[in-house]
T-cell receptor, first 116, second 110 residues
Framework: GAVVSQHPSWVICKSGTSVKIECRSLDFQATTMFWYRQFPKQSLMLMAT?????????EQGVEKDKFLINHASLTLSTLTVTSAHPEDSSFYIC????????????FGPGTRLTVT | QKEVEQNSGPLSVPEGAIASLNCTYS??????FFWYRQYSGKSPELIMF????GDKEDGRFTAQLNKASQYVSLLIRDSQPSDSATYLC??????????FGPGTRLSVLP
């Protein structure tokens, strides 16, 4: 399968600071990348969909000014959590979509964010 | 509202048995269907996908799709303790919109 990396794998930050998470597709070009959030023992929650070179599409209830997404190239998308608060602590996972017949998504390993 | 439903489990099966995981979806326009496995604390990994009615086999895994019944299942033969995980069903429409189910937790008992 295709490989997606994320960096950092975990991060601890203080309340009020910003954190940037990088997502890279290593062996394919991801025209579309997705950002998910997952709280303990809950399912994936889609935050936004980003297409290379255009603005991200955010799901209802996700603050676009707080979760800044940039998809500058076909292999890199970033998520910046601005002015982080403890309730933003979660597992953030990105995925890249392969434009084949089924557009299957391949997930990065995730980033565990803890805001103190 | 497009919905994907799964029994949350846990589903417990003895080692060597067949595990059967089920998923139903509400959108008749759904085109492709995916099964992901997620170990605790890890991200989901793709097991297989199916888009035609019938069965699709890959090693110990078989996906079954019945579009008329809006039902997709995953069979795991010769279940191993290492198969213990949460299994997510995902459904895609004509575009790239995925809808994930809540997942079924599988426990394979040694």
């Amino acid at each position: 399968g295709a490989v997606v990396s994320q960096h950092p794998s975990w991060v601890i930050c203080k309340s009020g600071t910003s954190v940037k998470i990088e997502c890279r597709s290593l062996d394919f070009q991801a025209t579309t990348m997705f950002w998910y959030r997952q709280f303990p023992k809950q399912s994936l929650m889609l935050m936004a969909t980003s297409n290379e070179g255009s603005k991200a599409t955010y799901e209802q209830g996700v603050e676009k000014d707080k979760f800044l997404i940039n998809h500058a190239s076909l292999t890199l998308s970033t998520l910046t959590v601005t002015s982080a608060h403890p309730e933003d602590s979660s597992f953030y996972i990105c995925s890249g979509s392969i434009p084949s017949s089924s557009y299957e998504q391949y997930f990065g390993p995730g980033t565990r964010l803890t805001v103190t | 509202q497009k919905e994907v439903e799964q029994n949350s489990g846990p589903l417990s099966v003895p080692e060597g048995a067949i595990a059967s995981l089920n998923c139903t979806y509400s959108d008749r326009g759904s085109q492709s269907f995916f099964w992901y496995r997620q170990y605790s604390g890890k991200s989901p990994e793709l097991i297989m996908f199916i888009y035609s009615n019938g069965d699709k086999e890959d090693g110990r895994f078989t996906a079954q799709l019945n579009k008329a019944s809006q039902y997709v299942s995953l069979l795991i033969r010769d279940s191993q303790p290492s198969d213990s995980a949460t299994y997510l069903c995902a459904v895609k429409d004509y575009g790239q919109n995925f809808v994930f189910g809540p997942g079924t937790r599988l426990s394979v008992l040694p």
